[in-house]
């Protein structure tokens, strides 16, 4: 039996599917993060939890580097631990340190908000943050970036050997979870319940409520939108995280505009209602999930052009690449992707074909040969 445990933060659980997957080629699989253990404890996963601040926290980060080691000192046998997510890749090798029996593999889901604008502190925590990677570089075992920009970055200040590394899009979609028709009956009774108008195109934005996110500028297109005469539907969707959230204030001055429907669990539903996946970010992201998922369920797209987002949006064929930081632009996008009814269909189409090459059993087959060479 193989052991393998997956690490990562307050959405660990986005790891529970991979598990399964890895379950039935015969690993011994454990989760830790710091979600609670419902969902791992119905999918009859082992799960343990840590603690952990994503903010800087030099005396914070120390314990947390402890807490860990004291979880994996209790491995006996030897075991893979595969970190995802900012944090928990940098603490993993800290805490590994000495520990023969553990090997470490990372996946970097992107470079995260120092690395989304220019200022002083974030010149400061870049350099932090490069004098770290090099400082750990030697208790990687094996380093996995979700899309090239990432991987380039790396190798070209050599936190990373090319032999020690390679890109593995994304973490993966299971699309048979996709392929499944959505109820007519609940569709029907959600535009009731959202007020859509049935003549109209509906866009929509998934996202955690943080700025870097682009959420302002997706606001400010659909005022632009209305005030030009352009009546679509527009949704967005995601719970305020904390500090880092631009306030509920500034997105219900936007109400006549957008609805705001806040943390949803039935995502599937409503992506099943609109017609176009919006997503302006300008944070370095790996491959960002919601756009699989969109793809999936056949939505034309409309993203910025950053690393992650280019790896899924090919402008032209499933949507369009628009400017970062400029509502006027997304505005014009949007108008124009929703021209042409046919070369909207097109791109809808075109995406569901665009997403095969995220499949999750590719990923699965990817890290299984890291795993095997480990």
């Keep these: ?47 343990a939890t840590y603690q952990f601040n994503r903010e800087f926290s030099i005396m914070g980060d120390i314990k947390t580097i402890f807490e860990l080691r004291t979880i994996l000192k209790e491995k006996n046998s030897r075991t893979i631990v595969h970190a995802f997510d900012t944090k928990p890749t940098l603490f993993l090798p800290f805490a590994s340190i000495g520990l023969k029996n553990i090997n470490v593999v990372r996946t970097i889901t992107g470079m995260g908000r120092i690395f989304t604008e220019k200022s002083l502190k974030n010149s400061i925590l870049t350099l932090v943050y490069n ?34 590394s390679s890109v593995i899009k994304s973490s993966g979609l299971d699309l048979e979870k996709f392929t499944t028709e959505v109820d007519n009956t609940i569709l029907e009774n959600l535009k009731k319940t959202l007020a859509l ?3 109209e195109k509906t866009f929509i934005l998934v996202s955690r409520m943080v700025k870097q996110k682009g959420i302002m500028n997706y606001l400010q297109a659909a005022k632009l939108c209305h005030e030009q005469g352009h009546k679509f539907n527009f949704l967005l969707v995601g719970q305020l995280d904390s500090d880092e959230s631009i306030t509920f204030e500034e997105i219900h001055a936007y109400k006549k505009y957008v609805h705001y429907l806040g943390r949803r669990e039935d995502v599937k539903n409503l992506l099943a209602l609109c017609d176009v996946f919006v997503l302006p970010t300008y944070y370095r992201e790996g491959v960002p999930r919601v756009l699989l998922e969109a793809s999936a369920m056949g939505l034309a797209l409309l993203a910025t052009n950053m690393p992650g987002c280019k790896d899924v949006v090919m402008d032209g064929y499933n949507g369009k690449l628009i400017e970062i ?12 992707i929703t021209q042409d009814e046919e070369q909207l269909k097109s791109y809808g189409k075109n995406a569901q074909e665009k997403v095969k090459e995220f499949d999750l ?9 890291i795993y095997q060479k480990l």
Excluded at 11 to 32: T, W
């Design 197 to 199: 108008d049935p003549n």
């Design 131 to 164: 004098l770290l990677q090099k400082a750990i570089s030697k208790r990687v075992d094996f380093t996995v970036f979700q899309n090239d920009d990432d991987g380039d970055y790396y190798l070209k200040h050599h936190l990373v050997s090319k032999e020690k």
């Design 325 to 336: 930081e400029n509502p006027q632009d997304l505005y014009e996008k949007m108008v124009y």
């Design 361 to 369: 059993n590719i990923v699965v087959n990817a890290y299984h040969t």
């Design 1 to 47: 039996m193989k052991n393998l445990i997956f690490l990562g933060g307050e959405d660990v659980s986005a790891r529970i599917e991979i598990s399964k997957k890895f379950m039935a080629l015969g690993y011994n699989i454990e989760i830790i993060g710091t979600e609670k253990a419902d969902k791992f404890k119905q999918n009859n996963i082992a799960y």
